[in-house]
């Protein structure tokens, strides 16, 4: 089993990205076994396709390494590193642009809402991102993605453009690459935002008190539970009675979560109290879960040195297991490697 995923380093890494990807990744890499092996990368060449700022870009790429250190992954038992210092990413996704559709690309959903109706002033990167994403899990013979619902058309994507260039350029019974299949982790949390129970938890919503950010200390999360958007009504004793009522629902859901218990239990448990009560119990149970990792990233943080090396020596492992795939794909396609 070889689990291949990413995250874009855009900073602030938070309460929903925790508890919605990273913390999976942590379960993954302490599963594997044998010969087993997980790469966690930080898309920095994928944070190109946008307007960005280049100090503000290496700074979020040290910063992102070192929050998801501090979460619990281990360089020692898995492969992290950024895409742009292993440049088989961006020389595979070249090699793939020929087998790659534009009406593929161009039917992405993320595609259209990033371009929006201003398409012509598009970067071209932005639309052939998708082609770069399948590249970073092909290129290590991935056999699992862990995806959400807003990647699994990226996914269907890696496979189409792995299919068509295994049935034009190679054989059935030596393939160049394999088809990786969709991994949806059994306890993937959806956290949405502090204001608004409807929309997802995320680190571009303009309002900070939207969000838990892992770099927030005790007082500031505390403060933004405090603050979060409730309703008048008590909590009910059945998950039924959280029908209709996003924001509740939400924070019971925050709770059940970070005590790796069920909302069920939650309500079991803290039923007919009003949220003056809950408030405070569901503060405590985020600085009791949170407060280490916090601790461990302000100090890593602080390391530029130790998270350059992390990085390097991650980006190494990955040079070697990248370099047999990307031969393999030159060869099938009669191209001749200096």
Known sequence: MIVVSGIQPTGNLHLGNYLGAIRNWVKMQDD??????????????????MPHDPAQLKSNTLEMAAALVACGLDPARCTLFNQAQVPAHPELQWLLNGTARMGWLSRMTQWKDKAGKNREGASAALLTYPVLQAADVLLYQATHVPVGDDQKQHLELARDIA?????????????????????IPPKAARIMSLRDGSKKMSKSDPS?????ELADDADTMAQKVKKAKTDPEPLPSEIEGLEGRPEALNLVSIFA?????TPEAVLAQYGGQG?????????????????????RFVDLNGDREQLDAILARGAAQARDLAGNTLDAAYEALGLVRG
């Open 208 to 212: 900070e008190m939207s969000r838990i």
């Open 275 to 295: 949220f003056g009560q809950f408030k405070p119990a569901l503060a405590d149970k985020m600085v009791e879960k949170l407060g280490p990792i916090r601790d």
């Open 32 to 49: 594997m076994d044998g010969d087993s092996r997980c790469l966690f990368f930080l898309a920095d060449l994928h944070a190109i396709s």
């Open 163 to 183: 299919q068509k260039f295994n049935n034009d350029f190679a054989t059935e019974e030596k393939p160049v690459f394999t088809l990786p299949e969709p991994f």
């Open 257 to 261: 979560a970070l005590d790796e218990s």
